[in-house]
């Protein structure tokens, strides 16, 4: 009985080794195919004599990257420079569902249907009407103070964002 208790658990130990080695085989392999093709492609390329053109597509990635960055700089500019507007604050993002684009907003003023509104924050400058406003979704014209509202907005905002009537 002992014995095929022990001759079990030698079985078992065999089998788990097996297992390690096949898998950490399987990573060395990807690992030395991954580095074979790198010093294959780094070899074309200075048979070739290429290496004024990779410099030359390194530097489009960098402007490509800058480029992408820009607009983001550029709206906080835009933001900073643009005269401070008559603005009353009336409300706070508490939630935002990216896949529908609307924001739950916890109200301190009245908000009507066809107001224009301004969202900030510190990556947000929204400017827009106040279209589409839900309560448990019912459609409101007008939503009073320290409701929850959902509302329907045409870019990102994030939680912390502060609503402005304009």
């Known amino acids: 009985m002992n014995r095929n208790k022990e001759k079990r658990k030698r079985v078992k130990k065999l089998a788990k080794k097996a297992k390690k080695r096949s898998k950490s085989s399987k990573k060395r392999s990807k690992k030395s195919i991954s580095r074979k093709a790198k010093k294959k492609v780094g070899r074309s ?11 030359k597509t390194k530097k489009a990635v960098k402007a490509k990257r800058a480029a992408k960055a820009r607009p983001a700089k550029k709206m906080a500019r835009a933001a900073k420079a643009m005269p401070d507007l008559v603005k009353k604050k009336t409300g706070e993002i508490i939630h935002f569902y990216t896949h529908i684009s609307v924001a739950v907003v916890k109200l301190e003023n009245e908000l009507r249907k066809g107001d224009n509104i301004l969202i900030e924050g510190a990556t947000t400058h ?11 979704r019912k459609d409101i014209d007008i939503a009073k103070k320290d409701q929850e509202i959902g509302l329907l907005i045409k870019d990102r ?10």
């Open 45 to 55: 390329i200075k048979k070739r004599g290429a290496k004024k053109s990779l410099k």
């Open 126 to 136: 929204i400017k827009q009407k106040a279209e589409s406003m839900q309560i448990d």
């Open 157 to 166: 905002a994030r939680e912390g964002d502060i609503v402005y009537k304009v």
